[in-house]
């Protein structure tokens, strides 16, 4: 399996992701390909990764600017081919500016930086990226982030839970905080484009991928892709 990251500038969990994802795949963090966003061009992969982060100093919106990168028009090009995208927390961001998502990410319903374990529900787990967890399963995975709250109109939302589009939900935590950290609609944490080739979450799998960080809850994401796409 070949996996690329793409690197803008204020890009903070490029490594991160990096080197969780060449643990999955068995390698070494030299066997994931970094891609900076001025390059026009990448080479052959089986998964794109648009990471977290605060890229271009999340100044105008957050992903607006990314999202006109060079490289995003071969991350398009690429995505409508088919190839596996996955966005995180800023990269979540990013694909809903560049219409490979439905929906955008408004500032958290608080107006305050969110930086917590929060738990996440399994909502299908018959696609490339979850299918190593189980239907309804709940996760804790750490969250990150200003611009949180996912939004849709209500006429599109209806769609994708119909398409099955919606990936994890907010849920109840342990500790009895509110599940919902930012105000997203239907506690929505992370949703699929119709094909479900494509993914984007707020919260951070690559900061869950590792006993020493307090938990492996997002190991299954990673694994899940490793077994679709190896």
Known sequence: MKASVIVFPGSNCDRDVQVALASAIGGTPDTVEMVWHGDSEMAKTDLIVLPG????????????????????????????????????????????EAGLLPGALLPNAG??????????RVENSQTLFTNGY??????RIPVAHHDGQYFVEPETLAEMRERDQIAFRYCDAD?????????S???????????????????HPERAADAIHGGTDGQGLLNSLVSALS
Do not use: W
């Open 53 to 96: 982060g605060f890229s271009y100093g999340d100044y105008l919106r957050s992903g607006a600017m990314s999202a006109r990168s060079p490289v995003m028009r071969e991350v398009v090009a690429r995505a409508e081919q088919g190839v596996a995208v996955l966005g995180i927390c800023n990269g979540f961001q990013v694909l809903t």
């Open 111 to 120: 107006l305050k930086f969110v930086c917590r374990d929060v738990q996440i």
């Open 134 to 139: 189980q239907q309804g399963q709940t996760l």
């Open 175 to 183: 500790d009895g905080r509110a599940a919902n950290p930012n105000g």
């Open 185 to 203: 609609i239907d506690d929505i944490a992370g949703v699929f484009n119709d094909r479900k080739s494509v993914l984007g979450l707020m919260p």
